[in-house]
């Protein structure tokens, strides 16, 4: 497992989670929004739908993106915890759960393990050697 397939997990998780804000924003907006009844259903005409319609529409469709997503973060998430759990150091697995699996900060990392930032990047540096010794 390399940095750059860690950052991948971590990419992911953040993209799902930027995902279900739009999914959030659009549910507000179509609780927002009012149905109009004034339009007479036609058969055969182009007229686009409503915006609540157009917003459902988009929901399940990110929705949908998002369940393959998921399914996939979990997935190679599961396989970094196998990797990573095989490492000797308890701080070392912590700095790369709780950065890359968890999408925590940095600065939240340190926090959450009472470690100084300047710290936190050191012992990330050496769970990545311990990580490449592990291949």
Known sequence: MTKQELSQIRDLGNEIKAKLEMCDQLRDLASRTSVD?????????????SRLENNA?????????????????SKIRNEAMAIINKMQTSKYRSVLINYYINCKSW????????YSLRNIYYIHGQALNELKSLH
């Open 37 to 49: 009844f004034s339009f007479d259903k036609v058969s055969g005409g182009n007229k686009q739908g």
């Open 57 to 73: 529409v988009n929901i399940m469709m990110i929705e949908r993106d998002m369940r393959y997503d998921v399914y996939a973060l």
């Open 107 to 114: 600065e939240e990392t340190a926090e959450s393990m009472a």
